[in-house]
């Protein structure tokens, strides 16, 4: 992913679900789009299960949540879900903040992620 994307993306199968690693220490409006695309081409390639890492990302800002939102939106229209694993304690808060972790699992690593699909 990440030569496609231009932005440090990486894919791998995980049990029956998609594990996507973002490279990226920042995960913002900038660059948003690029992340937005690579997950949705998993979903119309027919992905339904698909676990973002983040125990890299440091920050993200509103356009991130708004853009999770969104992606979590396809993944249900589908049958599907998306799961966040390594979440770090600023996103947490952000994600709090917002509201969205009532609707996105939030899983302390890929494991527990990957076990929550029913691994």
Known sequence: ???ATGMNLSSE??????????????????????FADAVTKLF???EKRVIIDLSRVVYVDSATI????????????????IKLAGVQKRVETM??????????????????????FGE
Not at 14 to 25: I, T, W, Y
Not at 95 to 116: P, R, W
């Open 1 to 3: 992913m990440s030569g």
């Open 13 to 34: 199968r995980v049990g029956r679900a998609v594990l996507v690693r973002v490279g990226e220490a920042k995960l913002t409006y900038q660059i948003l789009s690029k």
């Open 44 to 46: 119309a390639a027919g």
């Open 66 to 81: 708004g853009c999770l939102m969104d992606l979590y939106r396809q993944a249900d229209k589908l049958g599907g879900a």
């Open 95 to 116: 994600l709090t903040m917002t509201g969205a972790h009532n609707f996105i699992e939030l899983h302390a690593d890929e494991a527990g992620a990957a076990s929550s």
